[in-house]
């Protein structure tokens, strides 16, 4: 935004200056996203909210009236990791990052959160959430109900006793804590760590930052699990949650969401064979027998399928 913005007053920014930053960062070589592009009208909007309650712009905000490029990308579809892919991520996955990727996909948390969880606040089974850590800055949770204590699986409190007994038996400070016995950084932990084991060649074994010069071309090991993301954990419990039969209200409490909305639109994934199983429901609660006005359907005529194609 800085080089467009950087062309006009603030006090004279009018909806047609607007308009021009979003049309020239949308006809970028980046091809942003459509979501991205609303996200960047939002930002200038709530800058002048704010420039308007300080009293350094008079007038209607110029972002109200202008619109992103209808024909810019569609935002690509989010991942959610099934029960079987989080397995076999655990599986190859060496301590203490694959108790960090329990965590998240065991209890949905984001990965400030957990970079920024203490043992003391882990008491009676549950984790309180009390701060999130984003890019060395110490922050409240994103939401008031973020707040909101997250039950721990047994699985995942096996895990843990077991990482706090390998770490010393602490009752205070990080549960993940690096040399200096500071927060450990997730995003180090997922580049050192997590990327060179799943994104490895099949042939040599070398992660692919570390496969040049070598006498053969860089073929990732198809076997391993894939990496989408520490949020396609958290998408992933949501969906896991969803499939077992969880109603939404309480995957809602789970992930901390501030609303329902949230949840049901971005972390509740269906898969193919959820929708098939769907629809084979349907069938079955269908009467056998059926015929229009005319009696031109019936089932001697037209037998019901016995599967839904």
Known sequence: MKPDCGKVWLK??????????????????????????KHIKSVVSAIFTLAKQLDYFQGENPARDTATNPDATEPRETYAYTLEEVQAILSVL????????????????RHGEIQGLVWENYR???????RSIWNGHVTAPKTGKGRAPVPVIRQLAE?????????????????????????????????????????CCESCRKAKAEHKGTEHGFKRDAR???????????RGLGSNLYRLGVPDMVIQRILRHA?????ATYYIKTVAEDVRNAMVKLENNIPQTQSDTQGTLSIQACPTPTSVS
Do not use: C
Not at 124 to 130: A, P, Q, V, W, Y
């Open 12 to 37: 004279d920014t009018r909806t047609y200056h607007v308009q021009g930053w979003l049309n020239a960062i949308g006809s970028g070589s980046e091809k942003l996203s459509r979501n991205t592009l």
């Open 259 to 263: 609303n329902v909305s949230t949840t």
């Open 124 to 130: 009676d089974g549950e984790m309180h959430i009390s």
């Open 159 to 199: 895990r843990l006793e077991l990482h706090r007994l390998r770490s010393g038996s602490p009752q205070l400070g990080p549960i993940f804590a690096n040399s200096l016995g500071k927060p450990l950084n997730m995003n180090n932990l997922l580049g050192r760590v997590i990327l060179p084991i799943l994104e």
């Open 224 to 234: 391993l699990p894939q990496w989408h993301g520490w949020h396609a954990a958290r």
């Open 94 to 109: 060496p301590e203490p990052a694959a108790t960090a990727f329990a965590v998240a996909a065991f209890m949905g948390l």
